[in-house]
């Protein structure tokens, strides 16, 4: 099965092309590593110091963290979750959350280490 960890430049692209012209929410879906390899902490761990570094760069762009919690159980699908922790980020315009990963300091790598898998949904209001 093909994990996904990082948007991708292609994803990237046709996400610029889409008509977007409103705020916007993004969908984190997150499954953690059990170890972050060359290290003695887990991928929850790891995300922790992820979600610290990161935060600046949330205020930054006006973003608010809306849902930051555990994915308990699914009432349909799998019997179990496959996601350990469910997030959506509001984010004032796409051109706020572009600013945001496209910042070169913009800690990636943090979240990258300790994600064994992933989904980025961007989300739009209807109405």
Known sequence: MEK???VTQ?????????????????LNLLKFKDKVEGSN????????IYMKAAIPFIKETEAK????????FSLIGPEASEWDK?????????????????NGSYPADLRIAALEDSRL???EEIG
């Open 121 to 123: 949904i961007f989300c």
């Open 65 to 72: 963290v809306v849902f930051y919690g555990s994915a308990r």
């Open 41 to 48: 902490i887990s991928g929850e761990e790891q995300y922790n």
């Open 10 to 26: 292609e994803q990237l692209m046709a996400f610029m092309e889409l008509p977007i012209d409103k705020p916007l929410k993004m």
């Open 86 to 102: 469910v997030i959506i980020v509001s984010y004032p315009s796409r051109a706020h959350f572009v600013k945001m990963v496209t």
């Open 4 to 6: 996904y960890l990082d």
